[in-house]
């Protein structure tokens, strides 16, 4: 069993950055892979970046690549999504899942545990 919760979220303008953390409970955190996905109002969740039980590896989504960095602490029990050049269209809540497998995906089915979210709103 694992256990999620976000922060970091809250206000920015156009082009800030925050820094989002998903602290997790549970001995298996550094064994399984880790992802961020976003849900705005009137859309589906959508994946945003996952990485290895390593953060070796790690996969984003095109509309992300080059402006957010996800990595962990496995020490830490935490996973973070660094989010620089925020846009107007990255306003969403963000959410943290962790699957029970190392591997990435960007699937939101392939994750098996979820925190309750944390809201990013950039205004323009």
């Known amino acids: 069993q694992v256990q999620l919760v976000e922060s970091g979220g809250g206000l920015v303008q156009t082009g800030g950055s925050l820094r989002l953390s998903c602290a997790a409970s549970?001995?298996?955190?550094?064994?399984?892979?880790m992802g961020w996905f976003r849900q705005a109002p009137g859309k589906e969740r959508e994946f945003v970046a996952t990485?290895?039980?390593?953060?070796?590896?790690?996969n984003y989504a095109d509309s992300v690549k080059g402006r957010f960095t996800i990595s962990r602490d496995n020490p830490k029990n935490t996973v973070y999504l660094q989010m620089n050049s925020l846009k107007p269209e990255d306003t969403a809540v963000y959410y943290c899942?962790?699957?029970?497998?190392?591997?990435?995906?960007?699937?939101?089915?392939?994750?098996?545990?979820w925190g309750q979210g944390t809201q990013v709103t950039v205004s323009s």
């Open positions: 990485c290895s039980w390593s953060g070796g590896s790690t």
């Open positions: 549970g001995r298996t955190f550094s064994s399984v892979a």
């Open positions: 899942a962790a699957r029970r497998y190392g591997s990435i995906s960007a699937s939101p089915y392939e994750y098996t545990y």
